[in-house]
C-alpha cells in the first residue's frame, strides 16, 4: 500500500492542489482559479466548490489511497458561522480594510504595538463584526457563533468539527502563541463586546496537527478513503516557506514578486511593529520576516518580462553600476526603512536601458540586504543561506548580483509552491519534523 498526501492551496486568485508520495515527489496538481469580481456573497459556495473539485480532479488511483489532508488559506480572510457551520455573514477577506472604523476600539483592547492593531487583522475584523455589524442588522444575538478563517472553515467541510484553528492562523486574532494560549487582555476584552458564552473561538492547535478522518459522507463523496485524516492548516506565505526546503535557523526565503518579502528562520522571536516585523511559530522555531514596497512592480512599470531578461543577460553582475537607487512606485516603505515620506530613488537615469536595469536591481538587492541586517541587528539568528522564490528568482543575473550583496549563498527553491508546503504538513503532521536544529 503506497501513501499519498494532499495538500491544498486558497490564495488570492484561486485554489490549488498537490499531491505528494511518501518520499515528498510530486505525483498529482490540480487548480481552480476563483472568476474575477466575484461578489462577496458568493465566496463560500465558490470555495466549497473550488475545494471539491481540486480534489476530484486527482486521479482515482491517488485519491482511493490518501492519507491525511491539509490547508492553508489567505492569512486574516475571516468567517462567522452558525452552529452548523454555516457562515451567518458574507467572509470578510484578507485585504478587506472596512475594519478601520472599530481601530479606536481595538486599541483599547489590544497592547499598544501588537499585530492585530491593523484594519486587516482577523481580530480588527471579528469586533467589527461584534459593533458595526451587530448594530446594523443584529444578527443572532442570541445563539451562538463560531468565528472562523478561511483554513479553518474549509477543513470543516471535510472532518465536520467547528471550532478548531491552528496558530499561524491565528496570530493576527491576538492568540499568544509564545504560550499558546488567549491572553487575558483578549479574553476580557471581547468579554466587554460579547456574551463569551455565544461567540465561540476557535481551540488552537499546532498546523498539522491531525484533528480527526474524514466524514464517511464526504470520503463517499470525494471517493477517498474513510481513515483519511484531515490535519490543521497553515496560511499561504507559511506555506510557501515550508515548501522552499529551508529549515535550518540563518536560512531564509526572499520572495521576489511584485513586493519583496523576507523570512528568515531564526532561533528566537523578533517583534517590532514600527518595522512591521513579527513572528509566528514554527514547532520550536521562529519564522520572523518583514516586507518592503520595493519589488518586481517597479521593474515592471519599465520593462516587460521579456526585455527584463533580455537586459539582464547584458548585466555583469560582478561590475557595480553604483547608481544608488531606492526602487520604489510611490513614496514610503515601513522595512527596512520605516519613512512613509520616503521617496523613490531613481536619478540619475542612464540611457542605456541595460544600465538602468542594473541599478534598479542592485537597489532592490541592497534593501533585501538592509532587511536580513536589521533582522539579524533586532536579535534573529544571524543569516547563512537564501532561497528565491517568486518571479524575480528565474533571473540568474540578479541573483548573482543579490549573492554579492548578501554575502551568503543563494539558491532557487526547488519547490515553491504553498501546496507543496501543506502536502508537507498533511505528510509529516508536526512541525518539529519539517525543521531542524
Ligand atoms: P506576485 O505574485 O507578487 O504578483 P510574481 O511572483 O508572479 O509576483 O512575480 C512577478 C514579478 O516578477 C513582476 O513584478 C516582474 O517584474 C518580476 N519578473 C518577472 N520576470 C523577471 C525577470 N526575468 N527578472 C526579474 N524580475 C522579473
Redesign the pocket.
Known amino acids: 500500500m503506497v501513501n499519498f498526501y494532499i495538500g491544498i492551496d486558497f490564495g488570492t486568485s484561486g485554489a490549488r492542489s498537490i499531491t505528494i508520495n511518501s518520499q515528498r515527489t510530486v505525483v498529482a496538481q490540480t487548480q481552480f482559479p476563483f472568476p474575477p469580481f466575484t461578489d462577496t456573497s458568493e465566496w463560500v459556495s465558490l470555495w466549497k466548490t473550488a475545494l471539491f473539485d481540486v480534489i476530484q480532479q486527482i486521479p482515482l488511483h491517488f485519491r482511493r489511497q490518501i492519507d491525511a489532508i491539509a490547508i492553508n488559506g489567505t492569512s486574516a480572510t475571516v468567517l462567522l458561522c452558525d452552529t452548523n457551520g454555516i457562515p451567518v455573514q458574507s467572509p470578510i477577506l484578507y485585504n478587506d480594510s472596512r475594519a478601520i472604523t472599530v481601530l479606536e476600539q481595538l486599541k483599547k483592547i489590544a497592547p499598544p504595538d501588537h499585530i492585530v492593531n491593523s484594519a486587516t487583522s482577523s481580530l480588527a475584523k471579528l469586533i467589527w463584526w461584534l459593533t458595526v455589524e451587530t448594530a446594523n442588522t443584529k444578527p443572532q444575538k442570541s445563539a451562538p457563533h463560531y468565528f472562523l478563517h478561511q483554513a479553518d472553515w474549509l477543513a470543516f467541510l471535510l472532518h465536520g468539527k467547528l471550532g478548531i484553528s491552528d496558530y499561524h492562523n491565528s496570530l493576527k486574532l491576538g492568540y499568544d502563541v509564545e504560550n499558546l494560549t488567549y491572553p487575558n487582555w483578549l479574553i476580557n476584552g471581547l468579554q466587554s463586546l460579547t456574551d463569551l458564552e455565544l461567540l465561540k473561538l476557535p481551540d488552537i492547535v499546532a498546523p498539522g496537527t491531525p484533528i480527526t478522518t474524514i466524514t464517511p459522507e464526504i470520503a463517499e463523496q470525494l471517493k477517498l478513503p474513510k481513515t483519511c485524516v484531515i490535519c490543521a492548516g497553515t496560511t499561504d506565505s507559511i506555506a510557501a516557506f515550508l515548501a522552499s526546503g529551508a529549515k535550518i535557523p540563518g536560512e531564509a526565503v526572499t520572495?521576489?514578486?511584485?513586493?519583496l518579502v523576507l523570512k528568515l528562520l531564526s532561533n528566537s522571536p523578533i517583534n517590532h511593529s514600527k518595522y512591521g516585523i513579527y513572528s509566528h511559530r514554527l514547532g520550536d522555531l521562529w519564522l520572523t520576516g518583514g516586507a518592503s514596497n520595493t519589488?518586481?512592480?517597479v521593474?515592471?512599470q519599465f520593462?516587460s518580462?521579456r526585455s527584463?531578461?533580455n537586459f539582464?543577460r547584458q548585466i555583469n553582475p560582478n561590475y557595480n553600476s553604483n547608481l544608488n537607487y531606492y526602487p520604489l512606485i510611490k513614496k514610503g516603505d515601513r522595512f527596512p526603512i520605516n519613512d512613509p515620506e520616503l521617496l523613490p530613488r531613481l536619478q540619475p537615469r542612464p540611457d542605456n536601458p541595460v544600465e538602468f536595469l542594473q541599478g534598479l536591481l542592485e537597489g532592490i538587492a541592497k534593501i533585501e540586504a538592509q532587511g536580513y541586517q536589521l533582522l539579524q541587528q533586532l536579535g534573529a539568528t544571524p543569516l547563512t543561506q537564501v532561497y528565491s522564490a517568486?518571479?524575480?528568482a528565474?533571473?540568474p543575473i540578479?541573483t548573482a548580483i543579490r549573492q554579492r550583496y548578501l554575502n551568503v549563498n543563494t539558491v532557487n527553491s526547488i519547490h515553491t509552491e504553498a501546496a507543496y508546503g501543506t502536502a508537507l504538513l498533511a505528510r509529516n503532521q508536526k512541525l518539529t519534523e519539517l525543521t531542524h536544529h
Open positions: 520572495s521576489l514578486g511584485s513586493t519589488g518586481g512592480a521593474l515592471r520593462f518580462d527584463l531578461e539582464s517568486g518571479g524575480g528565474k533571473n540578479w
